[in-house]
């Protein structure tokens, strides 16, 4: 199983900052990663996919990076919507595996 | 658009059964694979199952294999997880979640409302 380990587990920033978020696969998952956005009370919402395709709607300020094991999803100017927790997941192969997750928090 | 209704959680006692749903709308549902996805109170996202769009492959996270069976009806367009043997530990929500048409890859771009499965005496 491939251990998907995201850092920090929580961040505090202020409105209109630039955030970097990272994920680190326990093995090489190639580009085959996923970042999602999820607040309170509600599913999910795909962010990036093959480690740095913005999904369809998605704004310009979030950016993806990295293969291999080490990936990076990169916010900038952080808007009020923003604040949430965001998850990464490798989809290299079985079993698909989930980060802890990063919640970004406001200062 | 793709619209996924999930359905069928509720209270259920330790060792017994639930059959979950999803109905899936707005879509050739035959062309989407099928996973399910959940999320323990407080906790992070974890996934569960998936099936391919034809129904012959399945896969199965070694929490649950062998007490969980994912299934799908095209004709109906609904996605199926049967639940035996549940324990306190399956307690979450669950969401239904697919990459889209055609989209052999499982990360998941629509998802449900998900619905509440609570594990208790």
């Known amino acids: 199983e491939k251990v998907m380990t995201q850092s920090p587990v929580t961040l505090s920033v202020s409105p209109g900052e630039r955030v970097t978020l990272s994920c680190r696969a326990s093995q090489r998952v190639s580009s085959y990663l996923a970042w999602y956005q999820q607040k309170p009370g509600q599913a999910p919402r795909l962010l990036i996919y093959?480690?740095?395709t913005r999904a369809t709607g998605i704004p310009a300020r979030f950016s993806g990076s990295g293969s291999g094991t080490e990936f990076t999803l990169t916010i900038t100017s952080l808007q009020s919507e923003d604040f949430a927790v965001y998850y990464c997941q490798q989809y290299n192969n079985w079993p698909l595996t989930f980060g802890g997750g990063t919640k970004v928090e406001i200062k | 658009e793709v619209q996924l209704l999930d359905s069928g959680g509720g209270l259920v006692q330790p060792g017994g059964s639930l059959r979950l749903s999803c109905a899936a709308s707005?879509?050739?549902?035959?062309?989407?694979?099928m996973s399910w996805v959940r999320q323990a109170p407080g906790k992070g996202l974890e996934w569960v199952s998936s099936?391919?769009?034809?129904?012959?492959?399945?896969y199965y996270a070694d929490s649950v294999k062998g007490r969980f069976t994912i299934s799908r009806d095209n004709s109906k367009n609904t996605l199926y997880l049967q639940m035996n043997t549940l324990r306190a530990d399956d307690t979450a929500v669950y969401y239904c979640a697919t990459p889209g048409e055609g989209n052999g890859y499982y990360y998941f771009d629509y998802w449900g409302q998900g619905t509440l499965v609570t594990v208790s005496s």
């Open positions: 707005g879509v050739t549902f035959s062309s989407f694979a």
């Open positions: 099936i391919s769009g034809g129904g012959g492959s399945t």
């Open positions: 093959g480690a740095s």
